[in-house]
């Protein structure tokens, strides 16, 4: 159900086309990719985590790393991912599926530079087997996310 949502709201928006479904697994990075025939960072990764006082999303490349000091230079507190039951009750998608479309009400969004070095990217849709194909700017045209500083890139 989560997938029909994401694709209704890229639809109103004009970018349904770009959706796609598969017939196997794209809920890691490396599914993901295999899934696109794409290189694992250009999968745009939707990590959902909670603070004491709300709920965020951080998009980030596939091969970036959330970096703790940053996270909690920004958010004043350590980083804690939401249990897979928690992203569906508190963001509206399944674990493997979680993006930045079409999120339950107060979630906020938070992009991460490791994206713009890419002229295409692919986020989930909502589903674990499901990925749509933007630009960084479309992402964030899409998902009202705005832009930060928040990984690390492999040495």
């Excluded at 004043?76 to 493997?96: D, S, Y």
Aim: aromatic share 8%; with cysteine.
């Amino acid at each position: 159900m989560s997938y029909e949502k994401v694709k209704a709201y890229l639809d109103s928006r004009g970018f349904g086309s770009r959706a796609q479904e598969f017939s196997v697994s794209s809920a890691t990075v490396e599914l993901a990719a295999q899934a696109l025939g794409c290189e694992g960072a250009r999968i745009a990764k939707t990590l959902s985590f909670k603070t004491p006082d709300r709920v965020l999303l951080i998009v980030a490349a596939g091969d970036a790393k959330v970096d703790n000091t940053k996270y909690k230079a920004l958010f004043h507190t350590k980083a804690k991912m939401l249990t897979p039951e928690e992203a569906v009750e508190l963001v509206g998608h399944p674990v493997g599926g979680v993006c930045p479309f079409a999120v339950k009400e107060g979630v906020e969004i938070y992009l991460d530079q490791s994206l713009r070095r890419f002229d295409t990217i692919y986020p989930a849709c909502g589903s674990a087997n499901s990925a749509v194909r933007l630009t960084p700017e479309e992402l964030e045209l899409l998902s009202g996310g705005v832009w930060a500083d928040l990984c690390k890139l492999p040495e």
